[in-house]
């Protein structure tokens, strides 16, 4: 079974950094990139970024309204991805999710699925 | 960035009711193009991908069509379980975009 579950949000102050962690199985990193996205009560569903295996490098995509304050990062396990935001805003509360691109490479792709449950992040001083 | 407007934002209908839902991008995304499902605390669902491809496990009553700027979704014969929230979003270029939701309830 294709799993992930995300965790490590919270009540966070602003200015802060913040770490979240996204444990998945049922699937191998190589084949399958992580993406993460959020839901915010401003401007809804929003893709954040997503990060390759190790055959890809490693390699990472932002979304441009957050690159510079975001990244994504996996581990030497392949067992579970990171998403870190740096020098948190008042709008960045929201819920994140951690996605599966479940295209697997195809042409036709990416799409995403599944998505684990989401964390919920609140930034507030 | 691609924009996604959807409409209606939302809608009213009855069990059995055959409804279509609207995303227009804001320029062609060549059929990248894919529609989620999502319910309050649960994860979103994939329904849709490549503008008329059914996700495995979900039932026929759900079809996509489109091309280019204009694709729908079209549930019929409403189930109770269909009331929720629906998006597209758009994987033709990064960042991939969403749209602002369709919530569909129950009249």
């Known amino acids: 079974e294709v799993r992930l579950v995300e965790s490590g949000g919270g009540l966070m102050r602003p200015g802060r950094s913040l770490r979240l962690s996204c444990e998945f199985s049922?699937?191998?990193?190589?084949?399958?990139?992580i993406n993460w996205v959020r839901q915010t009560p401003g401007k809804g569903l929003e893709w954040i970024g997503f990060?390759?295996?190790?055959?890809?490098?490693?390699?990472?995509k932002y979304a441009p309204s957050l690159s510079g304050r975001v990244s994504i990062s996996g581990d030497d396990s392949q067992t579970t991805a990171y998403l870190q935001i740096n020098r948190l805003r008042i709008e960045d509360t929201g819920v994140y999710f951690c996605?599966?691109?479940?295209?697997?490479?195809?042409?036709?792709?990416?799409?995403?699925?599944?998505w684990g449950q989401g964390v919920r992040v609140i930034v507030s001083s | 960035d691609i924009q996604m407007t959807q409409s209606p934002s939302s809608l009213s209908a009855f069990v059995g009711d055959r409804v279509t839902i609207t995303c227009r991008a804001s320029l062609s995304v060549n059929g990248y193009l894919n529609w989620y499902q999502h319910k309050p605390g649960e994860a979103p669902k994939l329904l849709i991908y490549?503008?008329?491809s059914l996700q495995r496990g979900v039932p026929s009553r759900f079809s996509g069509s489109g091309s280019k700027t204009d694709f729908t979704l079209s549930i019929s014969g409403l189930q109770p379980e269909d009331f929720a929230t629906y998006f597209c979003?758009?994987?033709?270029?990064?960042?991939?975009?969403f749209g602002q939701g369709t919530k569909l309830e129950i009249k």
């Open positions: 490549a503008a008329s």
């Open positions: 979003q758009q994987s033709y270029r990064t960042p991939f975009t």
């Open positions: 996605v599966r691109d479940g295209s697997g490479g195809s042409s036709s792709g990416p799409w995403f699925d599944p």
């Open positions: 049922g699937f191998t990193f190589e084949d399958y990139p």
């Open positions: 990060i390759r295996g190790p055959a890809y490098g490693d390699s990472t």
